[in-house]
């Protein structure tokens, strides 16, 4: 596979939050905690649906729309140093594909009820995929850099009211 190669992707869906200034959009769920929206799959896709209201949480894989162009050293919203981009979780990226965990709180028909959403209003979806413990769960991780980084800090950079 050459450097020149490319992919389409097609969202399946689309998110809906009461997110609309990315400046004031939280980081990640855990800052987004009781934040509620909703996903809506697109008819062709609802047969997928299928079965996913047994999962408590669900990845969501999202095309950051905003976005534009990127940095291979940015300075992280929690840190003033500047690190690599792929040690970060910025969106500003060479593909500009987001990941969230949330949780699912119901589904009727081809709509998702999600809480913890740390995502914009409007956001094309790629992806669904359910969050399996058995698979998912990491013990004893390290989380380089953002181990230095205090609960205080991370709770007033990373909710950017």
């Known amino acids: 596979m050459s450097e020149a190669e490319a992919f389409t992707y097609r969202p399946i869906g689309i998110i809906h939050s009461p997110h609309t200034d990315p400046e004031a959009t939280p980081v990640q769920g855990a800052f987004a905690r009781g934040v509620r929206g909703v996903v809506e799959v697109f008819p062709p896709y609802a047969a997928g649906l299928k079965d996913l209201e047994g999962f408590s949480h669900v990845y969501l894989l ?12 940015v300075k992280p919203f929690l840190d003033v140093v500047e690190r690599g981009l792929f040690s970060t ?10 990941l969230s965990i949330v949780a699912l709180k119901g589904i009727e028909g081809r709509t998702l009820h999600v809480e913890d959403v740390d995502i914009l209003d409007g956001t094309p979806l790629l992806d669904i995929k359910p969050y399996v413990k058995r698979f998912d769960e990491v013990r004893n991780p390290r989380c380089g850099w953002h181990e230095g980084i205090d609960e205080e800090t991370a709770a007033r950079c990373g909710g950017r009211k």
């Open 62 to 73: 999202y095309h950051f729309h905003l976005s534009c162009g990127f940095s291979l050293l």
């Open 89 to 98: 979780r910025a969106p500003r990226r060479p593909n500009a594909i987001g």
